[in-house]
């Protein structure tokens, strides 16, 4: 899906997907196997190619925005919505929480989506940021009028290093490194008689009582030493060197904003971040963790200061 890795890539060199949003040619073996006994199914006695279902969908939307796409947001839903996403609960408690969210098709018409691509955001300060996956296998999957599909979300923030920027699924989903806030769970997809340039979001909302996420470096980073306010630390065997530079931000055009909630899928990303301290100024990492970053700079902020990445020589 063209518009799924559009939405990944959009105003970051940092993010994983934008290097690779889905595996070679597009699917993942097996991935056309991969709705099970979560997807319900129902007999269907349609002939012939349905019109385009009719959908009342409110000018104001409550969930993130998927793009261009008109969106489904259940707090906008109601029993006669025939496209909705249906969570099992509204809030839940961290640090560990599980939650079910239901695609449910009553339009009449086939819905083509992908289950593998999932979407989990966050709502800070009046805006939704994607947090994950970053890296989605893109088979088309069709869910048919009068059947629903059922992903399982289950959270626990015990483990940071366990958090992943790749999808999880198409079911059951261990999604790591979530701080309290408000969330959406959503998906988007088209009718046939729409095609993908009119697409559908679903969405619904879930809100997690808990404390901030706080970042921290994973277990294997090493610091190697410190040079006035420089600071060199190593993961791994190293490989690829990143700088990190706190920068004024009148120096900054339009840095793009990172929750510690995308960060913590990123190991390199989140070394670097996670390494600042008091009197350092600039943070020197070599790393094997190459994929989060691309070659470009990149201008970030994150919890109120700005910072610029650089890939550099050794």
């Known amino acids: 899906m063209n518009r799924r890795r559009a939405l990944a890539c959009v105003g970051s060199v940092l993010l994983a997907g934008c290097l690779s949003e889905s ?13 099970n006994g979560t997807t319900t199914e129902r007999p269907n006695t349609l002939t012939g190619t349905p019109a385009l279902p009719t959908l009342e969908i409110p000018a104001e939307n409550h969930c993130p925005s998927f793009g261009d796409s008109r969106v489904v947001c259940s707090v906008d839903a109601d029993d006669g919505t025939t496209l909705q996403m249906v969570p099992s609960k509204t809030s839940a408690t961290l640090p560990k929480a599980t939650v079910s969210f239901t695609l449910r098709n009553e339009t009449g018409a086939t819905f083509t989506t992908n289950y593998y691509g999932w979407s989990v955001w966050k709502r800070v300060d009046g805006e939704w940021f994607h947090i994950a996956p970053q890296i989605v296998p893109e088979p088309a999957m069709m869910l048919e009028s009068g059947d629903s599909h059922t992903w399982t979300l289950t959270i626990d923030n015990s483990d940071l290093d366990a958090a992943s920027a790749r999808s999880q699924g198409t079911d059951d989903i261990a999604l790591v490194g979530l701080g309290g806030g408000t969330y959406a769970f959503g998906i988007d997809g088209w009718f046939q008689k729409g095609g993908y340039e009119n697409a559908i979001g679903v969405a619904a909302r879930l809100e997690l009582n808990g404390d901030d996420l706080e970042l921290a470096p994973t277990a294997d980073l090493e610091v190697v030493g410190r040079n006035g306010d420089e600071k060199r630390v190593r993961q791994g065997d190293g490989g690829e060197t990143f700088v990190a530079t706190r920068i004024d931000e009148s120096d900054a055009e339009n840095p ?24 350092v100024e600039r943070v020197r990492l070599d790393t094997e963790q190459t994929g989060p970053f691309s070659t470009d700079t990149g201008v970030i902020e994150y919890e109120g200061e700005t910072y610029r990445i650089t890939p550099v020589d050794g």
């Open 23 to 35: 595996t070679p040619g597009g699917s993942d073996p097996g991935a056309s196997n991969a709705t």
């Open 256 to 279: 793009r904003r990172v929750l510690p909630e995308e960060a913590v899928r990123l190991p390199a990303l989140r070394n670097l971040l996670a390494s600042f301290e008091s009197g």
